[in-house]
């Protein structure tokens, strides 16, 4: 065999790579839509009559608004028939997620991206709904009720959740997926994308939306899927490499593929012991790593496949600094992260987010992981992880010492006691209990040791807080004093007579973001304060009272220059002529007001 | 009570803590952004039709009647702080807090007990009960011949008319003003008021 056959084949592999790639990125949409018309002319037929169905229950979500035991703008209003469309507006019977916008990207609370993450991943926030029967789906149609335009991706799933045995195989398919678009409208809608046949039937169904491009929170009223009980006769013929090239790069398998068979070929190869990877051998070591940085994981772990001295590049753990896991939550096991393992030693940002449920990591996968891979951890974000409990929590602390930032939210499957573990965490600079179980009697108490022992503390996000008083934000305001942000939205026990807005006005110079969601009692004296104490002043949520004039808000954007969102939604003072003044004088700022209808 | 509908619609109460779906309610009440301002008394009935019970939850002087062979054998008690001042949920302004009523729906009375078929159930606001005493609602009860819709329908229609014609009669001595009378205060005549009847039946269950 000569020295150049080897060669050959990477480049041609490398090149076949280039190929696939290019004809993903052709349009989806237009591939679909020529699906779909040769499967809709037999599409049902009177033996397979379409079966159309609200969802059953909602399962599980990243986020939402509301609060945990409500039916105002909580996930749980997706499930059932719609309660608001066709109306337009923001109404509390709907779904309504947790952000929107980049308001959130642009606090100082934000976190950093992972590198290597791949662009066709933008989902932010998702929602599992069932539905009663399992269908072949031939539409999935999302009623959005305010600001649509959110949904960028929907899967199935092939276990029943409903089912007494457990699944055999739990496969997730995406129907339809498309990279965020701005939709112009706030108007309601119902979003009728064009699905793919898929070879199972579902009654699990999940969105992934990303909000980034919207005006303000979108609203959904229901999903309505439609499918037949019985396979579609043209499946069979439509399951055809067409199909197969639509599939998602990303959901393939990292450590098997198509790849296979030229695997196989080299590792029965002699290969000798002197170098022979052509060019490749005179790079240096820096340049191939430099090199391999801009792929993808999953192609990082094929490309491992291809030859020894690229197998120990892609092997080397400098290039799994950062590992971002998360766009892979629908295949990632056990066993991915054993095969991962041993190349993630140095692994410092590890991004588990919404992977492992259903029974695809289990507790000894994940603390065999982190006993490999978590001396050198800083950053471990795990939103969404239900399978953790106890014993994980207890692993991280021992296994983690290094940790900087942990990700909790929505983890509500895990127990209060498990927070203790948290403790032994000394390096710890942000920590998320969104959704969690932690239990807290009384956040005065909470306040006040923030105020004594976190004296800098930038961050602070108390949203929906149920009994925090003046007098836990008087202690927190006279410790923290660095303090930038400071979410208190949605805490009722704050009443502006007590005079604590005023004070933690005058006491946080530094604020940059500052919600006081509908506290009904915010008046003109607090906005003054803040014109003068709080210059730096770039968001400001004030939701709900009727105690503020147009006049106080005048004075907070002349002396706040850096002033970019203020939302005055539901402020009774604040009519829409208003706004329309204010935003003549201030064009840089975005006023926001929502309304019912 | 649009909220308890939908609480009751969702499934999200118990059927033997009316009380419970008060409470829920008003806590929804504060969860929406838009600013809620009012006050209101309450009376929920919730009728078990498989353990044939009937569990009132009332807070105010609102109230339900349960009429069994021509005669009230359960009915709510008014709750009142003083004269013309019932208890009730309130959400006020935030420069009102403290100074204005507001009681928590846990303070509203709460009952259960056995209904048989042929009880007549019937809820009203404060309307009904200050300008027609029992007797005049029991008349007009018995006059219900079977329990088809229309002609409950017809009944609940007539028992409202009939109070609100006495609410505007001046020389009428209505509950109301014998109730004022026995606090010191010298009036007649019925009293002018929203008036709300709800009438049911205990029926045999059909499709």
Request: aromatic share 8%; net charge negative; proline share 5%.
């Amino acid at each position: 065999m000569s020295p150049v056959f080897p060669m050959l084949t990477v480049l041609t592999m490398f090149y076949y790579m280039c190929l696939r790639r290019r004809a993903r990125t052709a349009t989806r949409g237009d591939m679909m839509n020529s699906h779909r018309t040769i499967v809709s002319n037999s599409r049902t037929s009177p033996l397979n009559a379409e079966v159309v169905q609200y969802a059953k229950e909602v399962v599980d979500f990243s986020s939402h608004y509301g609060s945990e035991n409500s039916m105002s703008y909580t996930m749980w209003n997706l499930a059932g028939v719609p309660n608001v469309f066709p109306s337009s507006g923001d109404f509390t019977q709907t779904a309504v997620f947790r952000t929107y916008g980049t308001w959130w990207d642009q606090c100082p609370s934000a976190s950093l991206p992972f590198r290597r993450t791949p662009s066709s991943f933008q989902s932010q926030d998702y929602v599992e709904l069932t539905f009663e029967q399992q269908v072949y789906p031939t539409a999935v149609h999302v009623l959005e009720t305010y600001h649509p335009g959110a949904v960028i991706r929907i899967l199935a799933c092939s276990a029943n959740p409903y089912s007494p045995n457990p699944p055999a195989e739990v496969r997730w398919e995406i129907l339809w997926s498309e990279r965020p678009t701005k939709v112009n409208a706030s108007q309601a809608r119902q979003f009728k994308p064009c699905i793919k046949q898929i070879n199972f039937p579902t009654n699990l169904i999940r969105l992934e939306v990303n909000s980034s491009l919207l005006d303000y929170y979108t609203e959904l009223d229901a999903v309505v899927l439609h499918g037949t009980k019985d396979k579609p006769l043209l499946s069979l013929k439509t399951a055809l490499v067409d199909m197969n090239d639509l599939e998602d790069d990303d959901y393939e398998e990292k450590d098997g593929c198509e790849m296979d068979a030229l695997n196989k070929k080299f590792s029965s190869a002699a290969l000798g012991d002197g170098p022979h990877n052509g060019y490749f051998d005179k790079l240096p070591y820096e340049l191939i790593q430099l090199i391999l940085n801009h792929l993808s994981l999953p192609d990082l772990c094929r490309l491992a496949q291809t030859c020894r001295l690229l197998h120990q590049h892609c092997c080397d753990p400098l290039q799994y600094i950062h590992l971002n896991l998360q766009p892979y939550w629908a295949r990632l096991d056990d066993t991915s992260l054993e095969f991962l393992q041993a190349r993630c030693v140095l692994v410092q940002w590890l991004n588990l987010s919404w992977t492992g449920n259903r029974g695809f990591i289990s507790v000894s996968g994940f603390s065999r992981f982190l006993k490999v891979c978590g001396s050198e951890l800083v950053r471990l974000e795990l939103s969404c992880s239900h399978f953790l409990n106890d014993t994980c929590l207890e692993v991280i602390s021992e296994m983690c010492p290094n940790l900087q930032d942990l990700n909790l939210s929505s983890c509500d499957k895990l127990p209060p006691q498990a927070f203790g573990h948290i403790a032994k965490l000394c390096s710890l600079k942000r920590l998320v209990l969104y959704r969690t179980k932690v239990e807290i009697e009384d956040y005065d108490v909470i306040a006040s040791m923030i105020g004594a022992k976190c004296k800098n503390l930038r961050t602070l996000d108390l949203w929906r807080c149920k009994n925090i008083t003046e007098n836990g934000i008087a202690e927190l305001a006279s410790g923290c004093v660095l303090l930038e942000e400071l979410d208190l939205g949605w805490c009722p026990t704050l009443q502006s007579s007590t005079g604590c807005f005023a004070r933690l006005a005058r006491q946080l110079p530094n604020l940059q973001k500052l919600f006081l969601t509908a506290n009904r009692s915010v008046c003109d004296t607090d906005i003054e304060e803040l014109a003068s104490n709080c210059i730096r002043l770039q968001q400001l949520d004030i939701l709900g009272t009727r105690m503020v004039s147009p006049a106080s808000l005048r004075k907070l954007l002349e002396s706040c220059k850096d002033l970019s969102l203020l939302d005055v939604s539901f402020c009774s003072q604040i009519d829409n002529k208003a706004v329309l003044e204010l935003n003549a004088s201030f064009p840089k700022v975005f006023i926001k007001k929502s309304f019912t209808q | 009570m649009r909220t308890c509908e939908r609480l009751v619609k969702e499934g999200r109460f118990v059927p033997s803590n009316p009380v419970g779906i008060l409470t829920t309610s008003y806590c929804e009440l504060l969860q929406n952004k838009v600013p809620l301002l009012g006050s209101s008394t309450a009376c929920i009935v919730v009728l078990d039709r498989s353990s044939h019970r009937l569990h009132t939850a009332n807070l105010g002087d609102s109230g339900f009647l349960v009429v069994r062979g021509g005669e009230v054998v359960h009915r709510s008690d008014e709750q009142q702080h003083y004269f013309n001042t019932p208890f009730q949920l309130s959400i006020a302004p935030p420069e009102a807090e403290g100074v204005v009523l507001s009681d928590s729906p846990d303070a509203a009375d709460s009952t259960s007990f056995d209904v048989q078929l042929g009880d007549i159930i019937l809820t009203a606001t404060d309307g009904l009960f200050d300008n027609m005493p029992d007797y005049m609602i029991l008349q007009e009860l018995k006059k219900l011949k079977n329990s088809n819709y229309e002609s409950i329908q017809r009944t609940a229609r007539s028992i409202a008319e009939q109070a609100h014609e006495l609410a505007y009669d001046p020389n009428y001595m209505s509950p109301f003003a014998q109730f004022a009378c026995d606090n010191g205060l010298n009036v007649r005549g019925g009293k002018p008021d929203d008036i709300t009847v709800l009438l049911s039946i205990v029926a045999e269950y059909t499709d």
